[in-house]
Nanobody
Framework: QLQVAESGGGLVQPGGSLRLSCTAS????????IGWFRQVPGKEREAISC????????HYAESVKDRFRISRDRGEKTVYLFMDNLTPEDAGVYYC??????????????????????????WGPGTQVTVDS
């Protein structure tokens, strides 16, 4: 199964940009859907974006559509989340996650819609994003 770890968080001013990385260990990387999630204190973890396995369909939360972009680099075994025009509402701890391959519906995860955290099993430790002037 795939293990993942996030990097790239930090402090950015409103209107700025960040690139988050979700780097995987284990194989095969290409068949795994990867999800990005955000959590702020006192709120449930919310799905931000996901990319499906093999064919790389992408989906986004309405709040980040047209500002965020997810992509997969197979050579680097990394999924990136490019975040532009950041606002204070984008702040939080960002997590990436991968499903376990024996899970039912493994190949359908993120194929047609943004997928909730219930479909993911292996989580990274998270990376903090702060948006403040």
């Amino acid at each position: 199964q795939l293990q993942v770890a996030e990097s790239g968080g930090g402090l950015v001013q409103p209107g700025g940009s960040l690139r988050l990385s979700c780097t995987a260990s284990g194989s095969p990387f290409d068949i795994y859907a990867i999800g990005w999630f955000r959590q702020v204190p006192g709120k449930e973890r919310e799905a931000i974006s996901c990319i499906s396995g093999s064919d790389d369909h992408t989906h986004y939360a309405e709040s980040v559509k047209d500002r965020f972009r997810i992509s997969r680099d197979r050579g680097e075994k990394t999924v990136y989340l490019f975040m532009d025009n950041l606002t204070p509402e984008d702040a939080g701890v960002y997590y990436c996650a991968a499903p376990q391959p024996l899970r039912g519906g493994f190949f359908r995860i993120c194929a047609t819609r943004l997928t909730s955290e219930r479909d993911f099993d292996n989580w990274g430790p998270g990376t903090q994003v702060t948006v403040d002037s």
